[in-house]
């Protein structure tokens, strides 16, 4: 299948090299030349265009920063460039109005779109086993699954346009009020005399047992292999974080939502990055409460 890939940065240099590996003729567009490099070695198709990338496209696929640079790469570039009949998908973390406006206007064209936003990062992204939560018709979704199955492990049909974006964030916001949860409990424990691994032991068979503990435990030396055995080095950035809190606060506005508990991990992130920690993985905010007294 001809498909053309918008934005190759560290997700999607890895998904459209996996797209290459399943057989596809990828069409391969990014404003960085390196990323266009990196894409061509993967054996893409390099354009100097997005317009260029999709003018023959079956399929057009976008990895991109946010819903503004979205919206305009697919009304300056992608409606009524690409041939009547292609599908799109999309697969970067947007705002769910602007991935609902975008899907839209595709569909008024007469194309086939959804939002399929990715959980997995960069080594989920080289691996081909992400997981794709899709929002869209049915029919849009039937023709994007083999293709989003090409880059992961689970793609999951969320219902109607934005609920990707939607589910997306909803899952970030818990992920973020359990990372926190866990490791405040953690930074209590070692100050009441708890040693961090009798702790671990005790509470990941009892009921506070969580994801953030027993697959991505942000003590050292505790749980499996994780970003604290790297010194919080890869993993989940927390200014990606921190940008999917945001998202999650907008919707939260919009869809008059109480959300105390996302609020607080939200206010959280943001002194943690607005301290430096941007790069760090998201697990590196113990830090924060072990250095309290
Ligand atoms: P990135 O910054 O590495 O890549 C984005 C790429 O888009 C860059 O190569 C950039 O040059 C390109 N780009 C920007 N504007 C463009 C335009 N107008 N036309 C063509 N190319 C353009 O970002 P990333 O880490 O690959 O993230 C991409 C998306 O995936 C984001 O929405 C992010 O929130 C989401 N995401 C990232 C991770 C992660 O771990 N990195 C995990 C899940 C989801």
């Known amino acids: ?7 190759l940065g560290n997700m999607g240099g890895g998904m459209a090299a996996n797209l290459v590996k399943a057989g596809h003729d990828v069409r391969a567009f990014d404003l960085s030349e390196a ?13 100097t265009s997005a317009s260029e990338a999709c003018a023959d496209a079956e399929a057009v696929v976008s990895m991109l920063p946010n819903g503004a640079i979205v919206k305009s ?8 460039t690409a041939p009547a ?32 936003p990715v959980s997995g990062g960069i080594a989920a992204a080289n691996g081909g086993t992400l997981t794709f939560m899709v929002g869209g018709t049915k029919a849009a979704f039937d023709r994007a699954e083999p293709i989003l199955s090409a880059m992961g492990k689970a793609v999951i049909h969320a219902g109607d346009a934005g609920n990707g974006q939607a589910a997306k964030i909803c899952n970030n916001m818990l992920l973020a009020v359990h990372m926190a949860g866990t490791c405040e409990a953690f930074a209590m ?24 503990m027993t697959s991505y435990c942000p003590v050292p030396g505790v749980g499996p292999q994780s ?10 950035a927390t200014a990606l974080m921190l940008k999917d809190l945001r998202l999650a606060m907008d919707a939260a506005d919009t869809s008059d939502s109480a959300v105390p508990m996302g609020s607080r991990a939200a206010a959280l992130y943001e002194d943690f990055d607005g301290a430096g920690n941007g790069g760090k993985d998201f697990s590196a905010i113990i830090k924060t409460y072990l250095s309290q007294r």
Do not use: H
């Not at 299948?1 to 934005?7: E, H, L, Q, S, V």
């Not at 009949?85 to 779109?113: H, K, N, W």
């Not at 671990?200 to 047992?209: F, K």
């Not at 970003?227 to 989940?236: L, Q």
């Open 73 to 80: 790469v697919f009304t300056a570039d992608v409606i009524g």
């Open 189 to 212: 424990a070692g100050k009441l005399g708890l040693d961090p691994q009798t702790f671990y032991d005790i509470s990941s068979v009892s009921s506070g047992q969580n994801w953030s």
């Open 35 to 47: 990323a266009l490099a990196a894409a061509k070695d993967a054996g893409c198709a390099t354009f």
């Open 1 to 7: 299948m001809k498909i053309a890939f918008i934005g």
């Open 227 to 236: 970003p604290s055995d790297n010194d919080y080095e890869g993993g989940f």
């Open 85 to 116: 009949g292609a599908v799109f998908l999309d697969c970067s973390t947007i705002d769910v109005a602007t991935a609902r406006e975008v899907i839209g206007l595709a569909t008024a064209a007469g194309y086939d779109m959804v939002d399929a």
